[in-house]
């Protein structure tokens, strides 16, 4: 079993909806939880990141966390065919330093 | 601000043949640095990670190496790749003790035939 799972889609949307983007993972010790977006043959990018459980929004963006369940989700509201990319979750641990635990990555397609 | 540059960006390489890619990173100091590979359809799997010059530190037993041989430079290098060395390279930085924010590069695409 993987420490994170990320399905990886792809999720299809027609523009404006809402695209709803989730993770699981195994290690109770992850407590920083980071959301990237990766456009195809680039690097990613940091879209987000929260600290333990609740919730954070930045514009149409929102990160949840739920460490009960070890589960974490990204949403994105009104959603753009600019917002088509791969989404990348990613955790890691206070005492494993700085290394980085990653999903596998969803694919989103939005739909013009 | 800060930058991270990565190069080349794209590269074909024959089996056995050496492997050198670099990275180098602009606008801060002492950086933490990281070499990441991304197989196809895969998540990011951490091969380096360097806190300072001439620290390395391995994830992955393979037959690549890195070295920091100055602060804001990071390179990957192999003697002999192999086919399955193929994949997509990326550079990564993050500031000491941040562990929530790691920045990556633009990748470098290796394709070992």
């Known amino acids: 079993q993987k420490e994170v799972e990320q399905d990886p889609g792809p999720l299809s949307v027609p523009e404006g909806a809402i695209v709803s983007l989730n993770c699981t993972y195994s290690?109770?010790?992850?407590?920083?939880f980071m959301w990237y977006r990766q456009y195809s043959r680039k690097g990613p990018e940091l879209l987000m990141y929260?600290?333990?459980?609740g919730n954070k929004e930045d514009g149409r963006f929102t990160a949840q966390v739920d460490k009960s369940s070890k589960y974490i989700s990204l949403f994105i509201r009104d959603s753009q065919p600019s917002d088509s990319a791969t989404y990348l979750c990613?955790?890691?641990?206070?005492?494993?330093?700085?290394?980085?635990?990653f999903g596998g990555g969803t694919r989103v397609l939005v739909k013009p | 601000s800060q930058t991270i540059h990565q190069w080349p960006a794209t590269l074909v390489q024959p089996v056995g043949s050496p492997l050198s890619l670099e990275c180098t990173v602009e606008?801060?100091?002492?950086?933490?640095l990281y070499w990441y590979r991304q197989a196809a359809g895969r998540g990011l799997q951490l091969l380096f990670y360097?806190?300072?010059?001439?620290?390395i530190s391995s994830e992955v037993p393979q037959n690549l190496s890195a070295s920091r041989p100055q602060d804001r430079q990071f390179i990957l290098s192999s003697k002999k790749l192999l086919l399955s060395d193929s994949g997509f390279y990326l550079c990564?930085?993050?500031?000491?003790?941040?562990?929530?924010?790691?920045?990556f590069g633009e990748g470098s695409w290796l394709t070992v035939v």
């Open positions: 990564a930085w993050s500031n000491p003790g941040a562990i929530n924010t790691i920045y």
């Open positions: 290690n109770s010790a992850f407590q920083y």
């Open positions: 929260t600290y333990s459980s």
């Open positions: 990613a955790m890691s641990a206070e005492a494993a330093g700085n290394k980085l635990t």
């Open positions: 606008g801060t100091s002492n950086p933490n």
């Open positions: 360097s806190v300072g010059i001439g620290q």
